[in-house]
């Protein structure tokens, strides 16, 4: 595989977000170029990209919440202010996960890998808490006669079952959390439901501010 890099998302680049967004989920309707916009405008060193030589292969988009006004129950829609980020709040401690995606014929090469990588940078360098998800479960809907999404989710946890998205966060060092229902209602794989995961930043020290550098090295 030709080496990818990754660094902060630019206006030109979401022509070609939105083509490889449709080849990441050919069953949704695609992002509205607009809401790609705002998300750049409202938290632009939260939006990052993975490419290589022969263009992009990955995107992660962020936002900072709040974290104790989402806790107990959110959709995908409400918590990103229908993908526009209006939730996002500099108050918060909280780098919430509103998108990872990566080119299909590039997965399990490394490249969520960088991005999470990408992540976490952002986190320290910003001196976030943490970063928080609700991830897919797409390989639910299979199971999804013969048991709840909590039970699905919790045999993934112990090593008796396999999800191509959860397992994944668990390898980047998240602890699962629980299940939130109706998160995207669409997703049919996952029957609406998702993981709700955390990462705890190590370097988190509570008696220093939120810091915001216009450029942050990835
Ligand atoms: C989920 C996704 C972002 C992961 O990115 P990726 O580039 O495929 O993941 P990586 O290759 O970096 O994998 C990182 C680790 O997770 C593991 N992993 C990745 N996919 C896995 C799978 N399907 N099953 C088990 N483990 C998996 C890898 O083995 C790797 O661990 P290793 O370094 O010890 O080998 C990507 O598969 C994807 O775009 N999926 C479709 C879109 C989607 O559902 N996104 C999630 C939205 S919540």
Redesign the pocket.
């Known amino acids: 595989m030709k080496r990818p890099w990754v660094r902060h998302t630019r206006a030109e680049d979401i022509a070609n977000l939105i083509a490889l967004q449709a080849r ?2 050919p069953s949704i309707p695609p992002w509205n170029p607009r809401r790609l916009q705002e998300q750049l405008e409202v938290f632009p060193q939260g939006q990052i990209v993975a490419e290589n030589e022969d263009g992009l292969v ?1 995107c992660a988009s962020s936002l900072i919440v709040l974290w104790d006004d989402w806790a107990e129950a959110h959709s995908w829609k409400e918590i990103t202010g229908a993908g526009t980020f209006d939730n996002h709040n500099l108050e918060g401690r909280t780098l919430y ?1 509103a ?4 080119d ?1 014929n ?11 990588e990408g992540r976490r940078t952002l986190c320290r360098v910003m001196n976030l808490k943490r970063i928080i ?4 479960l ?1 390989g639910y809907d299979a199971y999804a006669s013969q048991m709840s999404a909590e039970l699905y989710a919790q045999k993934v946890v112990w090593g008796d079952l ?4 959860l ?2 966060q668990l ?2 060092g998240f602890s699962y959390c629980g299940v939130m229902e109706g998160y995207i209602p669409e997703d049919h794989d996952s029957r609406g439901n ?1 993981s709700l995961i955390v990462w705890l930043n190590p370097e988190y020290d509570p008696a220093r501010p939120t810091t915001i550098p216009e450029n942050i090295v990835l």
């Open positions: 990441v989920y990955g996960g998108e990872i995606f990566v299909p590039l997965q399990g090469q490394g490249v969520g890998h960088l991005l999470y998800a609700c991830g897919r797409p396999t999800d191509p998205v397992n994944f390898k980047e998702a």
